[in-house]
Every structure is written in C-alpha cells, then in structure tokens.
C-alpha cells in the first residue's frame, strides 16, 4: 500500500482549462510537497505546505490536515505546463512520493 | 549560480562493475539526498545525509554506499550487488532535513 495516492494518473486538457490534481495520503504529516517533473526528468519545488493554501502565478496549492489530503490547481492552462506532478509528504524526516499525475494540455 | 549538479547526464555499465554516480551542491545545505526512479513508480529513497560525515540508509539501500566527506559532495556507488541498476538516478538537497527540496537534473544509468 502506497503511502500518498494521486488522482488522476493521467489529465489532458484544452490550453485554457482550470485544472485539478488530487493527493491523499495515509500518514501524519509535518508538510506536503507538490513537485514538477519536465520530460527531460529534472524535478522542481513548486509549493512546500503544511496548512491553508498558497499560490504562486497560475498556481495554487491547498491542504487540509483533517482529511488529509491537498490539492493543486492550474488556472488558464498551457501547453508548457505540460509535465509530471508529483505529490511527497514529509513525516519523521523520510520523504514519500505519489507515482505523479501526467498532464497533458493541448493547444 | 546556486544549484546542484550530477554527472553524467548519462552512463553505460556493463553488469558487475561498480560505478559512482556524482552530485555536487553550492547551495550550502546541510541534507542531500539519494532517490531511484523507475517507470510508473514512485521517487524511492535510497540514501540520505543529515550532515557531513552521516548518513542514513532510506528505502532501499542494499547495492548501494554512498560518502560524505564534505557538504558540498555527496557521491553514490551502485555496487554489483545491486540486483536491477538500470534506473533514473536523482541527487536532492535541503536546507536542513525535511525540507524544501532542490533535485539535480539526473543520471540515467544503463547496466547491460
């Protein structure tokens, strides 16, 4: 049993559309990540949470500790955003990482 | 510029011989870590150092050792016991452990 699920596995979407990734995980927490991998493997922090919301551009990241679970959200989206989204949550200092959610946004 | 480096982008093995894969930051974080990737499966730690001169094994460290000898260096050895090497290699780094994590762009490793 994996410790942090993602939904959906994989997500295509027209440039434009408001677009929902979902991560739930089993574990106490002290803070989620939402991470971004390109094609080419390199991996980018996009939002380290450990309550509320935050947003950064088109993003927005959301966590609720009660149901344990957190939610990234793209507004207006691009065919740039095109990527692996990865979810990792943070316990006891070990990292544990979804499989990812690939999205695909076309033009 | 700060960030963290790997090389070789990528590597070729025959089976049985040991190779060391690099990772090197200017960031001067005190946590680096060591994580597998294969497809459709998740990030699995494999090795990570709180400090210079300590480290602790993760997930699935058999095959593998790894040193850390100076902050910036944090070097893993895939060892001819490591059943299945061919994989995705990404080197981290964090401030401290737990934290915010900046990755290294990979070494994908090919052991025929």
């Known amino acids: 049993k994996n410790e942090v699920e993602q939904s959906p596995q994989n997500l295509t979407a027209q440039e434009g559309e408001f677009i929902t990734i979902n991560c739930s995980y089993s574990?106490?927490?002290?803070?989620l990540h939402w991470l971004q991998q390109h094609p080419g493997g390199g991996i980018v922090s996009l939002f380290m949470l450990s309550s509320g919301k935050k947003k950064h551009g088109r993003l927005i990241a959301t966590i609720n500790i009660q149901e344990k679970h957190s939610s990234l959200h793209i507004t207006a989206s691009h065919p740039r955003d095109s990527a692996v989204y990865i979810c990792a949550v943070v316990t006891r200092n070990q990292f544990y990482f979804g499989t990812g959610t690939s999205l695909t946004v076309i033009p | 510029d700060g960030g963290i480096t790997q090389s070789p982008k990528y590597l070729f093995r025959k089976e049985g011989q040991n190779v060391t894969l690099s990772c090197e930051q200017n960031?001067?974080?005190?946590?680096m870590y060591w994580y597998r990737q294969d497809p459709g499966q998740g990030l699995r730690l494999i090795y990570y150092s709180q400090i210079v001169n300590d480290f602790q094994k993760g997930d699935i460290a058999e095959g593998y050792s790894v040193s850390r000898e100076k902050k910036e260096s944090f070097p893993l050895t895939v060892t001819s016991a490591q059943k299945n090497p061919t994989a995705f290699y990404l080197c981290?780094?964090?401030?401290?452990?737990?934290?915010?994590?900046?990755f290294g762009p990979g070494t994908r490793l090919t052991v025929t």
């Open positions: 981290a780094s964090s401030i401290d452990l737990g934290g915010e994590q900046y």
């Open positions: 574990v106490g927490i002290s803070a």
């Open positions: 960031l001067n974080h005190d946590a």
